[in-house]
Nanobody, 127 residues
Framework: QVQLVESGGGLVQAGGSLGLSCAASGRTFSSYAMGWFRQAPEKEREFVAAISRSGTNTYYADSVKGRFTISRDNAKNTVYLQMNSLKPEDTAVYYC????????????????????WGQGTQVTVSS
């Protein structure tokens, strides 16, 4: 089992940047594919980005491609989401998630594929 704690959310103006972190407990962090999802008020949780166990492969939603970057440091048990050129529509609670079933260079892009979730961190982008 792994516990996840997100940090780094906040309020930023449109066009600005924010970096999110997700710290994981346990000694097997490198065994998990990791993902970032977000949920805006009255909307379903949606995929943002994912990264494979070793960090070799990354996956992005079309809406954030070219603006967001997911990365991980397995030595620090941490996954990151760097968000640039933020837009008001990026406003949401951002969640990190972990899954152990994806092997090799794969990572899931669906929320139901992930077993463990953090508590979320609020990101608000003002226009």
């Amino acid at each position: 089992q792994v516990q996840l704690v997100e940090s780094g959310g906040g309020l930023v103006q449109a066009g600005g940047s924010l970096g999110l972190s997700c710290a994981a407990s346990g000694r097997t962090f490198s065994s998990y594919a990791m993902g970032w999802f977000r949920q805006a008020p009255e909307k379903e949780r949606e995929f943002v980005a994912a990264i494979s166990r070793s960090g070799t492969n990354t996956y992005y939603a079309d809406s954030v491609k070219g603006r967001f970057t997911i990365s991980r440091d397995n030595a620090k048990n941490t996954v990151y989401l760097q968000m640039n050129s933020l837009k008001p529509e990026d406003t949401a609670v951002y969640y990190c998630a972990a899954d152990r079933t994806f092997s090799g260079g794969a990572a899931g892009t669906k929320a139901y594929e992930y077993d463990y979730w953090g508590q979320g961190t609020q990101v608000t982008v003002s226009s």
